[in-house]
T-cell receptor
Framework: TQLLEQSPQFLSIQEGENLTVYCNSS?????LQWYRQEPGEGPVLLVT?????EVKKLKRLTFQFGDARKDSSLHITAAQPGDTGLYLC????????????FGKGITLSVRP | DSGVTQTPKHLITATGQRVTLRCSPRSGDLSVYWYQQSLDQGLQFLIQ???????AKGNILERFSAQQFPDLHSELNLSSLELGDSALYFCASSVGDGIVEKLFFGSGTQLSVL
């Protein structure tokens, strides 16, 4: 069983559409991060959230950490082909120091 | 460019063999992490070193070992290789080893065991 469940697994949308993807767990996390990974490259950190209910915006991307610090969502407004990639959420559990646990990721394809 | 350098980029070897993957962290980063990425398991944490000492261990097999040298570069040794060890191996680095660290990933080493 995966500690962090991401959904949907795959998403293919048209340029200009909005979308929301999710990262869920039954466990509490001290912090949660979102990464984007492109083919042939390593993941690149997009955002870190640490406070329950926290909302962070990065241009057209909005990240929210759940009140109970067990889940997170990523909303993309007016998606562009450059948003295509694998979106990974990763969390650190209380007492686990810097051990980051990753979800399996969401493969997003934005068609021009 | 993340500043983390991994070599080699691709490695093809046979079952039973031993290989060494190398990682140079970003300048100034003291922590090095190793991850294995496969289609079915996703990104799995293997091990972390901080300033030369092992700091955290994940799902690392006994056939695998790692170390961090005084110049802070790290090596991941994989021995008695099996077909199932074929995967992308990533190294990441961060400044410290706290609860909230910004990880910088290298481009990975694609290992194919034939």
């Amino acid at each position: 069983t995966q500690l962090l469940e991401q959904s949907p697994q795959f998403l293919s949308i048209q340029e200009g559409e909005n979308l929301t993807v999710y990262c869920n767990s039954s466990s509490v996390f001290s912090s949660l991060q979102w990464y984007r990974q492109e083919p042939g490259e390593g993941p690149v950190l997009l955002v870190t959230v640490v406070t329950g209910g926290e909302v962070k915006k990065l241009k057209r991307l909005t990240f929210q950490f759940g009140d109970a610090r067990k889940d997170s969502s990523l909303h993309i407004t007016a998606a562009q082909p450059g948003d295509t990639g694998l979106y990974l959420c990763a969390g650190v559990q209380p007492g686990a120091n810097s051990k980051l646990t990753f979800g399996k990721g969401i493969t997003l394809s934005v068609r021009p | 460019d993340s500043g983390v350098t991994q070599t080699p980029k691709h490695l093809i070897t046979a079952t039973g063999q031993r290989v060494t993957l190398r990682c140079s962290p970003r300048s100034g980063d003291l922590s090095v992490y190793w991850y294995q990425q496969s289609l079915d398991q996703g990104l799995q944490f293997l091990i972390q070193y901080y300033n030369g000492e092992e700091r955290a261990k994940g799902n690392i097999l006994e056939r695998f070992s790692a170390q961090q040298f005084p110049d802070l570069h790290s090596e991941l040794n994989l021995s008695s290789l099996e077909l199932g060890d074929s995967a992308l191996y990533f190294c990441a680095s961060s400044v410290g080893d706290g609860i909230v660290e910004k990880l910088f990933f290298g481009s990975g080493t694609q290992l194919s065991v034939l």
